[in-house]
């Protein structure tokens, strides 16, 4: 039986002696009710909260998730930036070296034209030179003079497409660095309140868990509370406990080296006390019947071996508290539950009226006493057709 079948065993035999303890159940009961009431209450409140933490919590997950986006798409267009400015780059340095050399060129060339003038012509002609190279540099000199302005120009235009270039790649640089250092820091943001609410949601529902365990605990304590002011009830407007018949004799040894089936009408119960009930009758609030008979005695008060046999059990048994069998021969078996001490162990040899046991009310029993049964090839036996006739 387990602690509250103890707990409610006592208790009911409590409020039998008492007779007032009835209403401070009841009065117990109603308020464990209102404190479910508010219970209630409270784990309404709670899951409030926790789909509010949810939804915010959602709703966090959901900006996250659009920043991440956005970052996906800032890389995909820092990407094609890097790709755009690389080619910016390429091009910038071609055009600085082809500004370079436009500069060197003319620079060489207007120098000789600044120191030979007019005069450099009559000095390619008259020097002894290669006829081919001298009408090779004469073309030159001549384009040079030709296009002179047209090359500054481009020269020009040259320097200006540089400096243009040169403004792009910094602006696209400066771009980029300020869109990726938005979205660090947009997405830090986002991450702390995503787990600033990912801990308010853990606690919420930390804390809708504890009310649910205790709703259900004290739903469990009022079905018990319930049961036991119902039961507590219903013994008190029951009237006293009604006896059968007592009695007042108990075993000894004249019996013993006889076979057991010769005692039938000679044998003694183990206990002095009042028999409370019948075998073979209904037990009360329930459909088991009586395989043997309840004895009460006094606590303490010496249980006897009704016959000579051999201990075979003695032991705690669901139920029957520290029980003992006795083995009596030709498959005869004597049962005492309920004891309160057993004195005997497994394997010891008896004589008729060897103390064995002490009356209680182990097992869960309301009342002290022993529970007696016979049995014969493990079919229950009607003790009361064994005694001996007063």
Request: charged share 25%; glycine share 6%; hydrophobic share 35%.
């Amino acid at each position: 039986m387990s602690i509250f079948g103890k707990q409610l065993a006592f208790a009911l035999f409590a409020l039998m002696l008492a007779g007032q303890a009835s209403s401070n159940q009841q009065e117990e009961l109603e308020n464990l009710r209102l404190r479910i009431a508010e219970m209630q209450s409270e784990i309404a409140k709670t899951s409030e909260s926790k789909s509010e933490a949810a939804d915010a919590l959602r709703a966090s997950e959901m900006a996250i998730s659009n920043s991440n986006r956005k970052i996906a798409e800032l890389a995909t267009q820092q990407r094609e930036a890097d790709l755009k400015l690389n080619a910016l780059q390429a091009q910038q340095q071609d055009l600085n070296q082809n500004v370079s050399k436009e500069q060197t060129l003319l620079g060489k060339l207007l120098y000789q034209q600044y120191l030979g003038g007019k005069q450099e012509y009559l000095k390619l002609m008259l020097d002894n030179h290669n006829p081919n190279q001298v009408a090779r540099d004469l073309q030159y000199y001549r384009y040079i003079a030709r296009n002179r302005a047209a090359w500054l120009a481009n020269l020009r235009n040259s320097l200006n497409s540089l400096n243009t270039v040169s403004l792009e790649v910094q602006k696209q640089s400066s771009a980029l660095d300020s869109m990726r250092a938005e979205q660090t820091v947009e997405k830090k943001k986002l991450l702390e309140d995503q787990r600033e609410r990912q801990q308010v949601l853990g606690q919420v529902s930390k804390q809708l868990s504890q009310q649910r365990r205790e709703y259900t605990n004290l739903q469990h304590n009022e079905n018990r509370l319930a049961k036991l002011v119902t039961k507590i009830t219903e013994m008190l407007a029951q009237p006293k406990h009604k006896t059968l018949f007592r009695n007042n004799n108990i075993p000894d040894n004249s019996f013993d080296g006889k076979p057991f089936e010769q005692l039938r009408g000679k044998l003694t119960l183990p206990v002095k006390g009042d028999i409370s009930n019948q075998f073979g009758a209904t037990r009360p609030d329930s459909t088991v019947v009586w395989k043997g008979l309840f004895i009460r005695s006094s606590s303490g008060q010496a249980v006897k071996a009704i016959a000579a046999g051999r201990v075979v059990f003695a032991d705690w048994l669901r139920g029957f508290g520290n029980l003992l069998i006795v083995d009596h021969g030709n498959a005869y078996m004597s049962l005492y539950g309920n004891n309160e001490t057993l004195y005997k162990q497994v394997g010891d040899e008896l004589r008729g009226g060897d103390t064995i046991a002490t009356v209680g009310n182990s097992g869960g029993n309301a009342d002290s006493g022993l529970y007696f049964e016979l049995r014969h090839e493990s079919k229950p036996l009607d003790p009361l057709q064994w005694l001996a006739k007063k």
